[in-house]
């Protein structure tokens, strides 16, 4: 099997260069960047599988960065911080990143989150090159289509694709309402996470037999959503 890839972006050279030997000591393959521009560069020729960006780079910051990359990619993303301020948190992830790290950090932590990471995106593409069947539905993500029992095209706009698609994708796994949000890019309804309640309530409308009592998509209280349909 290829060995995963990890992009290091980190103005910081010791930080750097430690962290991007312990990861090859560990398995991966690692390349590093001292800025945007120079990771920008690596991005189209190497077939990256996770980001770990610095926030507080020169230029171009790790919050733009997620940005961008999260319009195009559905790449792992984890963000780095000597800050330990929950509005850079709460920011990064509406952006779409999808962990938070402070340093100075616990390598083995970091490995942690890192290997659970790689292991979520890594089942979101292997679902995204098939066809799933949920009730009597069937969802064709690669084509973007949902078809209900009849065989009838179920309308779903961008947004309320990209959430199915993540929620079908990490199904069983309780979701907050930032790390859907970070998975909406073209965001119509604007970065308030609570845009996560609209979107889901029309997701039912259109697959839920009673919307007040869903059966695919069940709210965790305090929590976020878990998409609960067995998938075939």
Known sequence: MRKYQILIVEDEPV???TLASYLQAQGYTVFEAASAPEAEDLLPSEEIDLLIVDINLEGKDGLEITREQRARSDL???LLTGRSDDVDRIVGLELGADDYVCKPFNRRELLARIKNLLRRTSDIRRLSRRVVRFGDFTFDSASRRLQDGDGETVPLTRAEFELLN???GRA???LSRDMLMGSVTHRQFGTNPR?????????RAKIEEDPAAPRFITTVHGEGYVFTAPLE
């Open 76 to 78: 792992g993303i984890i």
């Open 166 to 168: 993540t929620l079908i």
């Open 172 to 174: 069983r796994e309780v």
């Open 195 to 203: 845009t996560v309640d609209v979107l889901i309530r029309r997701l």
């Open 15 to 17: 930080t750097r260069t």
